[in-house]
C-alpha cells in the first residue's frame, strides 16, 4: 500500500543534472546522486538473494555513473539503465523514501527508517 509519503508527484533531474529529484505527494523533495541509487541497487545480481550479503564491489562503480534512461515499474517503482551497463534493479517507491539522504529524513524520529 502506498500513501502519499511513497507517492512520487514528480521524478526529474535536478537543475545543474547532477542528481535525480523526486517530489513526492506529501510536498516533501529528495534528491539523490546517481552513485548512491546504484550501491543501493538490490537485484539478485547485487545482493545474494538468501543471505543479503552484497556482492557488488563499490570500487567497481565509477564516481561518475549515470541513468541513460529511467522508466517507471508499474505504480510501485522505478527501474534505471546505468552507464556502467547495469539494468536490472528496480527501486520501490518506499525504498526510495527510506534512502532520502536530506538532514530532515536522515533525523533520529523521522517517518523513514534505515
Known sequence: MTDSATTPGRVEPTEDA??????????HASEYTPRLLRLECRCAGCVEEMTGRALLDPGRIPADIYPLE???VGNYALRFHWSDGHRTG??????LRTLCPCDVCASPGARTTR
Open 90 to 95: 528496480i527501486y520501490p517507491y518506499e525504498l
Open 70 to 72: 529511467i522508466s517507471y
Open 18 to 27: 547532477a542528481r535525480l529529484r523526486i517530489v513526492w505527494k506529501d510536498g
